[in-house]
């Protein structure tokens, strides 16, 4: 299961270091897996420091606020800095961002859409060239279309990276970005590429058996840190 997959990571990061920083991501297998956390209550919460690796310039109480996702999904939680990405200066909430979280993430939670889409960096997005490590604020090419967004070295700098991806047309996305590992301007999920991509049996099934990774996760654990 993925939960069980990030949940041990989380352990692992925890031993080592005392305390995880683990950036959340948005949409809806997102959705379940925060359900699935509140529910079960398997993560050490006090322990963890969340963020956000993109956000949507909306109020933070917005249907289409990864904020608001969070809230509703994981009330309670003790440690979260917010992306005020309803600032009118979204440079200015960009780089205050940038400050607030770590220069190396420790988890990074990542979803896809069928474009290749990962946190808000789409696919020829002038950011995908950037190579600082910090956010950016976007135009994104669908609505809400003001955002704000980690920028590539965020993602490269992460210890640990895990892709959540369900159904058929994310899976055939996920194949095509496996036969060439380096055109992440065409597919920005390229840049994620040494992460675990954790999918649903639709999605594995386009997965051309060649680039399936069948590591153990320990061994994944202890390579990756």
Not at 32 to 38: A, G, V
Not at 72 to 94: K, S, V, Y
Not at 99 to 113: F, K, Q, V
Request: charged share 25%.
């Amino acid at each position: 299961m993925a939960a069980e997959a990030i949940n041990k990571a989380v352990e692992f990061v925890v031993s080592k270091r005392g305390t995880c920083n683990l950036m959340l991501t948005g949409g809806n297998t997102a959705e379940r897996l925060y359900l699935h956390w509140s529910s079960t209550s398997t993560l050490q919460m006090d322990k963890i420091r969340f963020s956000f690796g993109d956000e949507r310039c909306v109020a933070p109480d917005h249907p289409e606020s990864n904020y608001a996702l969070v809230m509703r999904t994981l009330p309670g939680i003790p440690f979260i800095t917010r992306m005020e990405a309803e600032n009118e200066d979204r440079a200015m909430a960009a780089k205050a961002y940038a400050r607030s979280i770590p220069a190396t993430i420790d988890i990074l939670l990542l979803g896809m859409g069928e474009d290749g889409h990962i946190a808000s960096l789409f696919p020829n997005d002038p950011v995908l060239n950037s190579e600082q490590i910090g956010v950016e604020p976007i135009t994104g090419p669908k609505p809400p279309y003001q955002r704000l967004t980690i920028t590539p070295g965020v993602i490269r700098s992460a210890r640990f990276i895990f892709v959540l991806a369900t159904g058929a047309g994310k899976g055939k996305t996920m194949d095509k970005a496996l036969q060439s590992e380096t055109d992440f301007l065409s597919l920005p999920i390229r840049l994620a590429s040494r992460g675990a991509w954790l999918l649903d049996n639709d999605a594995g099934d386009q997965i051309r058996s060649e680039f399936k990774n069948n590591s153990d996760l320990q061994n994944f654990l202890r390579e990756r840190w």
